[in-house]
């Protein structure tokens, strides 16, 4: 009987960790600041990115192929707003169980985000890489294809999220390999569209040339800001993770700090880019 209290007790610490909530020892300041992030992300993220799943349905009255993964991206993001959710009433009332559904819909962040980002990098890339490809890829079932496969690797790391919340390590060491090998396929993406666009393809002149460049400089802006947004999203928790166990308490409290305060900052970067490209922001042109 002891030794399955003792195991409780861990497991109840493993959760509170793994949603930086420490009910004992969590100092004021964190506190504060993790109902302040989480707010931000509940009171702006989640109304933008609702707005932009209702734009995407109702706009046309069908899902366009071309934005069949931004919609993907903005129902993990919708999904990721649970958590926020689950975090409150974790905190506020120490209920283990609610952590733990936290824990599960966190992945949407953590691997939801990267993988349709990735996905948007990708067809980005065909398309001004290699328009022949794209042309044969355009349908929209292969896209379904892929956001299947996606939302099933999800599903799974959700499932390995809630299995491993007593063993932090494996959890970290799979983070961080899946986080530098979707970093190292949108720097790839990135840097072939730019030289793509520094060196046109050959017979190719006049405004069909300046036309061209504009599609390939439209895709750069947005393979660079989606590059950006990684690292800024993710090299935070790849550095707390490899430094966890080698640094103090309050250290931690501030790396995570400071990984969410990135996360939820970020967030804003698909619904911008969306609503940029669709005219909704009267402040700047489009």
Not at 146 to 173: E, F, K, P, S
Not at 191 to 208: Q, Y
Request: some cysteine.
């Amino acid at each position: 009987m002891e030794s399955l209290e003792e195991n409780r007790v861990n497991s109840s610490n493993q959760i509170s960790f793994l949603q930086i909530s420490i009910y004992d020892d969590l100092p004021s300041w964190f506190f504060w600041l993790y109902v302040v992030i989480h707010t931000v992300n509940l009171l702006l993220c989640f109304p933008s990115n609702a707005f932009i799943l209702w734009l995407m349905v109702t706009r046309a009255g069908r899902v366009n192929a071309s934005e069949f993964f931004s919609l993907n991206l903005t129902v993990s993001e919708l999904l990721y707003g649970l958590s926020n959710i689950c975090a409150f009433i974790s905190v506020f009332y120490n209920v283990v169980s609610v952590a733990v559904a936290s824990a599960f819909f966190s992945v949407f962040l953590f691997m939801g985000r990267p993988l349709f980002q990735t996905c948007i990098c990708v067809e980005r890339y065909i398309a001004v890489v290699h328009p022949v490809l794209f042309l044969q890829l355009k349908t929209l079932k292969y896209r379904v294809v892929c956001c299947a496969a996606v939302w099933l690797l999800v599903l799974g790391a959700c499932i390995m999220q809630v299995l491993t919340l007593n063993n932090l390590i494996l959890a970290q060491r799979c983070y961080i390999g899946v986080y530098l090998l979707l970093f190292s396929v949108k720097l790839f993406c990135c840097l072939s569209v730019l030289r793509a666009l520094r060196k046109p393809g050959p017979g190719t002149g006049g405004r069909d040339k300046e036309g061209s460049d504009k599609v390939k400089m439209k895709s750069f802006k947005v393979l660079l800001i989606i590059t950006v947004s990684t690292v800024l999203t993710y090299l935070p928790f790849i550095i707390t993770f490899t430094l966890y166990g080698f640094i103090s308490q309050e250290g931690v409290f501030a790396s995570f700090g400071t990984c969410a305060f990135f996360a939820v900052m970020t967030g804003f970067v698909h619904p911008f880019l969306y609503l940029h490209r669709m005219g909704k922001l009267p402040c700047i042109p489009c």
